[in-house]
């Protein structure tokens, strides 16, 4: 051990780390963060086709602007992270953040759908990073053994954020124009402008926190992990190259049912108005986050993998259900089948960067980079919406359902749980 390690945190002018504990915490804060970030889109999206007289197919432009952000910034970020760490990697997805939600000001003001496009597309650059930081760093900061069961839990936190968008979205988005010292505050603008002032109070506190530094191989399952990698091409890994499909069909199958859900509900549910169709997001968004914490419960007794294929199963079925376009029997299917979308993301995520060692950093980028598909698979049901109508668009999500259990189905019991051996030791 040279000298610079052996000089306590005080000598060296450096506050000591805080404690895993505490540093998951934080971490887990961002997951909430971005969470409230995704609910407040989908109320955004029907709320832009009232406001500024757009159609269905192009309102799904939000979807694509927000999450090809996360293509374009993924890989970047994981290279950034490896040069300077996750803490900087957080740090820069914050200060994005905050800038893209200051942006809607401007945005208010010039009252032009690409205005709010370039705003969220900066948004979601810091979002992008912070998906690639937070989800990495969660899965390294613990047991390797336990990395799904904890990014599940993390991302429970998540599912509170997307509950929570929904309703401040139905309150704020649908109400009138905040008068305040003679001046006209657009809704939007409100929202958001909030949402930096929490973002920048966040950024405050993580610049001030020494978090542990910890490496990527702990996320991978260790040392032998990482000697069994070494002359092993990750695309040659079964859980690493399928994960890609089946995360890219997830997340574009959830984004796009979220996008479309109140104008579904709409079209099959009498008398519902937009706020009130709102709520009922915010009901399902009440599953969704159920599912997350039940899900990670479950997990310490079967296995990752058979409650994935369970769940997309019964999303699959649920889509069918949806395309039959019955009379709030529909919505309530859509709505249900929050609660099974909600372990896909993290589960997936966490299969698919096991026993990664060394390119688990990597490999995380890329599956970030894969959330692409929340940027297409709703154009594609808002063009098939536009065409066919809203319920036979659900035709997309009951595919990508299928292509995840196909997943879970390929992978192997020791690939996507630990033994009980394992978590008795």
Not at 20 to 28: D, E, H, I, Q
Not at 47 to 60: E, K, P, Y
Not at 315 to 338: D, N, P, Q, R, T
Request: hydrophobic share 55%.
């Amino acid at each position: 051990m040279n000298n610079q390690q052996q000089r306590s945190p005080a000598e060296s002018g450096k506050s000591a780390p805080v404690s895993t504990t505490f540093a998951f915490v934080l971490v887990t804060a961002l997951f909430f963060m971005w969470g409230l970030s995704h609910g407040l889109l989908d109320v955004l999206n029907h709320h832009f086709q009232q406001t500024l007289n757009i159609s269905r197919a192009r309102s799904g432009l939000i979807q694509t602007a927000y999450f090809g952000a996360y293509f374009i910034m993924a890989l970047p970020v994981g290279l950034f992270m490896e040069r300077c760490g996750y803490k900087a990697g957080i740090l820069l997805g914050l200060a994005l953040f905050a800038v893209g939600a200051l942006l809607f000001v401007p945005a208010s003001w010039a009252e032009t759908f690409d205005a709010f496009l370039i705003a969220l597309f900066v948004l979601a650059c810091g979002l992008a990073c912070l998906e690639v930081s937070a989800n990495l760093y969660a899965a390294a900061l613990g047991d390797p053994d336990k990395t799904v069961q904890r990014l599940n839990f993390a991302q429970s936190f998540n599912g509170l954020g997307v509950f929570l968008g929904p309703m401040l979205g139905g309150v704020v988005l649908y109400a009138p124009p905040l008068e305040l010292a003679g001046s006209s505050i657009a809704p939007t603008s409100l929202i958001y402008v909030t949402l930096a002032v929490l973002v920048v109070g966040l950024m405050a506190v993580f610049a001030r926190t020494a978090i542990p530094e910890v490496g990527s191989e702990r996320a991978a399952g260790g040392e032998a992990a990482e000697e069994a990698e070494e002359g092993v091409s990750l695309w040659r890994r079964r859980n690493f190259t399928f994960a890609l499909l089946a995360q890219f069909c997830n997340i574009g199958a959830y984004v796009g049912v979220g996008a479309y859900f109140i104008n579904f509900a709409l079209d099959h549910w009498q008398g519902g108005t937009p706020q009130f169709c709102s709520f009922l997001l915010s009901l399902a968004m009440i599953g969704y986050m159920v599912g997350r914490f039940s899900g990670t419960w479950l997990m310490r007794r079967i296995p990752a993998r058979s409650l994935l294929v369970f769940n997309a199963i019964a999303c699959a079925f649920l889509s069918v259900v949806a395309m039959l376009a019955l009379e709030k029997v529909s919505v309530v299917a859509v709505i249900g089948m929050y609660f099974f979308m909600s372990i896909m993301y993290p589960t997936i995520f966490g299969m698919g960067v096991q026993g990664l060692g060394r390119q688990t950093n990597r490999g995380g980028s890329i599956l970030v980079m894969t959330l692409v598909g929340a940027a297409l698979l709703p154009l594609v049901m808002g063009g098939i919406a536009d065409d066919f109508g809203m319920a036979t668009a659900f035709i997309v999500p009951f595919f990508c359902y299928v292509v995840v259990a196909l997943y879970g189905l390929s992978q192997k019991p020791a690939e996507s749980t630990v033994s009980l051996a394992a978590q008795a030791e």
